[in-house]
């Protein structure tokens, strides 16, 4: 079945760019769409956006500004970008995927902690 | 936006017990409605959709209720595997899909 893992620097510095990547392995990267969801330390989930395989894009009214979500069909990837970034964006970030529909989401990778730290 | 609310924040209690917990929606979201379960330190786990239907892998002990604004999640017989934070989350009217702030099952 599908798996996703993502990567990338776990420490950020303040006003700086995060980006993690998401690679799909263990199946295809059609017909889904690809979510990027955070968890600050102790507290619940917050949905961030997500794209198409198309490359349709959505996202969180409340990030939309600084959020870009990218796809790489070749590599099976999937990235996000989050701008100008503050200590309220250190969050366990995770990827996943809904499959023909981005109401619910499953599967999830294990999660990366992101910490913005100078 | 849609609010979730879940209630309790946490709930102890022992293996064996039937558990029954609450999400309540801002406003209506028909049957748009999924619940998650999130170990320590894992990603959060699929349990259910469209408000009662368990996903792939889901034991029966898992059942799911409510339209509307009010649904609940209830564990028949609490197993030792299923202490947990359990997440709800609405697909109703979205961006952004929305999540509870979750309820902890813990050991009474």
């Known amino acids: 079945q599908v798996q996703l893992q993502e990567s990338g620097p776990g420490l950020v510095k303040p006003s700086e760019t995060l980006s993690l990547t998401c690679t799909v392995s263990?199946?295809?990267?059609?017909?889904?769409?690809w979510s990027w969801i955070r968890q600050p330390p102790g507290k619940g989930l917050e949905w961030i956006g997500y794209?198409?395989?198309?490359?349709?894009?959505n996202y969180n009214p409340s990030l939309k500004s600084r959020v870009t979500i990218s796809l790489d069909t070749a590599k099976k990837q999937f990235s996000l970008r989050l701008s100008s970034v503050t200590a309220a964006d250190t969050a366990v970030y995770y990827c996943?995927?809904?499959?023909?529909?981005?109401?619910?989401?499953?599967?999830w990778g294990q999660g990366t902690l992101v910490t913005i730290s100078s | 936006e849609i609010v979730m609310t879940q209630s309790p924040a946490t709930l102890s209690v022992s293996p064996g017990e039937r558990v029954t917990l609450s999400c309540r929606a801002s406003q209506s979201i028909s049957n748009n409605l999924a619940w998650y379960q999130q170990k320590p330190g894992q990603a959060p786990r699929l349990l259910m959709y469209?408000?009662?239907t368990r996903a792939a892998g889901i034991p029966a002990r898992f059942s799911g209720s409510g339209s509307g604004t009010e649904f609940t999640l209830t564990i028949s017989s609490l197993q030792s595997e299923d202490f947990a934070v359990y997440y709800c989350q609405q697909y109703s009217n979205w961006p952004p899909w929305t999540f509870g702030q979750g309820t902890k099952v813990e050991i009474k």
């Open positions: 469209a408000a009662s």
């Open positions: 794209i198409y395989y198309s490359g349709g894009t």
């Open positions: 996943a995927g809904g499959y023909y529909q981005p109401n619910w989401f499953d599967p």
């Open positions: 263990g199946g295809s990267i059609s017909r889904y769409y």
